[in-house]
């Protein structure tokens, strides 16, 4: 079945620190992909969706330069937090569309922990 | 304004137990999803449902969409401790693949 890889797992890093997490569809083409963060126990927040060969959209409330995204191929989609802060330790999660079978449900990652000390 | 109320948000029983979850919405979705996670882990799909008044079985899992396509409900009949999870439901919208999540449903399973 489709899988989409997301790296790393789990990242620790000091206050202020940038952080990269790739999102890779494996065996599909994914032009829509998108960032999700959640905190324990609750349910997932969509954060932007992720264009290949275009810009990001942003939902409400959420940084744009706090939160790079880059697509640059059709399997790939990266996120970076920008100077990252206690505040943004959280889990992130991505998901893919693929290009052809759009009617098919999203395939997820199985998310990165990303804890800022 | 939350587009999609799921309910409860916390469930704790005996295994042996039945139970039912809830999305409502006054939104129409073309479609809605349920998924389960385990802590740590990205959601796995359980099922997708298309048509209004559609039920679909997986198991001791039985899903519904309701008539109108706005609300669905997850009913687990004599759970076990493996069902122990986060049960989440997420609306299509049609607007570009994006998912309305619900508030989520954790569920403990006790032995």
């Known amino acids: 079945g489709a899988v989409v890889s997301q790296h790393p797992s789990w990242v620790i890093c000091k206050s202020g620190t940038s952080v990269k997490i790739e999102c890779r569809s494996l065996d599909f083409q994914a032009t829509t992909m998108f960032w999700y963060r959640q905190f324990p126990k609750q349910s997932l927040m969509l954060m932007a969706t992720s264009n290949e060969g275009s810009k990001a959209t942003y939902e409400q409330g959420v940084e744009k330069d706090k939160f790079l995204i880059n697509h640059a191929s059709l399997t790939l989609s990266t996120l970076t937090v920008t100077s990252a802060h206690p505040e943004d330790s959280s889990f992130y999660i991505c998901?893919?569309?693929?290009?052809?079978?759009?009617?098919?449900?999203?395939?997820f990652g199985d998310g990165t922990r990303l804890s800022i000390l | 304004t939350q587009l999609l109320e799921q309910s409860p948000q916390f469930l704790s029983i005996q295994e042996g137990e039945n139970l039912t979850v809830y999305c409502n919405s006054s939104s129409v979705f073309s479609s809605l999803q349920w998924y389960r996670q385990e802590p740590g882990e990205g959601p796995v799909l359980l099922v997708t449902?298309?048509?209004?008044?559609e039920v679909k079985k997986l198991k001791r899992l039985t899903f519904q969409f309701g008539d109108a396509r706005k609300d669905s409900s997850l009913h687990i009949t004599a759970a076990q401790p493996g069902d122990t999870g986060l049960y989440l439901c997420?609306?299509?919208?049609?607007?570009?693949?994006?998912?309305?999540f619900g508030q989520g449903t954790e569920l403990s399973v006790k032995p």
């Open positions: 997420a609306g299509d919208r049609n607007q570009g693949g994006k998912l309305i």
């Open positions: 998901s893919a569309r693929d290009r052809v079978q759009v009617n098919q449900p999203q395939h």
């Open positions: 449902v298309v048509t209004g008044g």
